[in-house]
């Protein structure tokens, strides 16, 4: 009889070890159904009164509320044609948040967003246009405009005197009285974001969603520098300042000084306002991975996701949401350890030059699930 060479595992010793590795691994590194991830869960609602002196409240779902502010003035009409990337967003939902306004998307006529804004009374905000907002009393950076700010994609409702509900559509004005109502939920979404910064370099999502999960985009064009883009006044280093269908907006500068860069999809860099991106420094253009898919507008980078965050004095409702709910931005310098990213004030067009990677963490709101 011929003997088995000394170690040697019969065949079906073999096989259950390779099925009991299969199993530790399945566990370990077990993939939430997209079905289950994606499934919206509210957070709290947004109550915002169509009256001067109204108070601005958050109301959790079971029924407890807290007051983030006190409306100081009523808009006396909608801007079209709104910013060119609201065309990319959906009516009735939130076009925009950021720090210094949240742009709230009515319509789409003629190609082009037509835009109700919310704004902080102590602002920089040219998007919005000239009596086309209504005001919340306080600081940029701030309670609606801040730790309490809903994504791009939340949705948006009008309650009437009568109690009636509808969505926030049409071209027409909420009449004085009436209730916005703004909707945040919880949505599966990626746990970071990691950038190469140079052409042809990757960008990968860490996520549980197999749908989100490896290289979702390509950089064309990687940022090199800081520009002087306003709503960075209310924001700190290495922060969210704002989030749009075609946009992502990072300051690199303290809050009080102006300094930052933009991360924005191909076919937003096309449109006519954007054109000098690809010659100047202060942008990151990047396209999807296969590039026939247009980013604009699509979760988890320009909708559903990302907002500014809370501010290091504010609190939510609990421990996660306080200190999670705020995406950081990290980097590497010329590929060394991560690290926060460089202070960089006003214009300057060299000042990432040395940045290989960008990581962007996204928001949280309790203990991720491993």
Not at 117 to 125: D, G, I, Y
């Amino acid at each position: 009889m011929r003997k088995k060479p000394l170690g040697s595992k019969s065949p079906s010793s073999t096989k259950r070890f390779l099925i009991a590795l299969l199993l530790i691994f399945g566990i370990l590194f077990q993939v939430t159904p997209p079905t289950q991830a994606e499934t919206p869960r509210l957070l709290y609602s947004i109550f915002i009164p169509f009256q001067v002196g109204g108070i601005v409240s958050v109301r959790f779902p079971d029924g407890s509320e807290q007051s983030i502010g006190q409306v100081g003035l009523l808009p006396e009409k909608t801007r079209w044609p709104a910013y060119t990337a609201s065309r990319w967003g959906t009516p009735g939902t939130v076009a925009a948040s950021a720090v210094n306004a949240i742009h709230l998307l009515i319509d789409i006529e003629k190609g082009r967003g037509r835009t109700l804004s919310l704004l902080p009374s102590e602002t920089v905000a040219p998007a919005a246009g000239p009596g086309s907002a209504l005001v919340v009393e306080g600081k940029g950076g701030y309670g609606l405009f801040g730790g309490w700010a809903p994504p791009v994609g939340a949705p948006v409702t009008v309650i009437s005197a009568s109690g009636e509900e509808r969505p926030l559509n049409g071209g027409l004005l909420p009449k004085e009285g009436e209730v916005l109502r703004i909707d945040v939920n919880s949505l599966c979404s990626p746990y970071m974001i990691e950038i190469e910064n140079r052409p042809g370099g990757r960008v990968f999502s860490w996520s549980r969603s197999v749908e989100q999960s490896g290289v979702i985009a390509r950089v064309l064009r990687p940022v090199r520098g800081v520009g002087r883009f306003e709503g960075t006044l209310f924001q700190s280093v290495g922060r969210l300042r704002a989030n749009h269908p075609g946009v992502i907006d990072i300051s690199t500068s303290p809050e009080g000084t102006i300094g930052g860069f933009q991360i924005i999809p191909f076919n937003h860099a096309h449109s006519a306002e954007m054109e000098g991106a690809w010659q100047k420094t202060q942008w990151l253009i990047i396209d999807s991975a296969d590039g026939k898919t247009p980013l604009t507008g699509r979760p988890p980078l320009f909708g559903g996701i990302l907002v500014p965050g809370p501010r290091e004095t504010e609190q939510l409702w609990d421990l996660w949401s306080t200190y999670g709910r705020r995406p950081l931005i990290l980097c590497r310098i010329e590929g060394g350890p991560w690290t926060g990213l460089p202070e960089a004030i006003g214009k300057q067009d060299n000042a990432l030059e040395r940045v290989t990677h960008l990581r962007l963490y996204f928001p949280v709101v309790e203990e991720p699930n491993l």
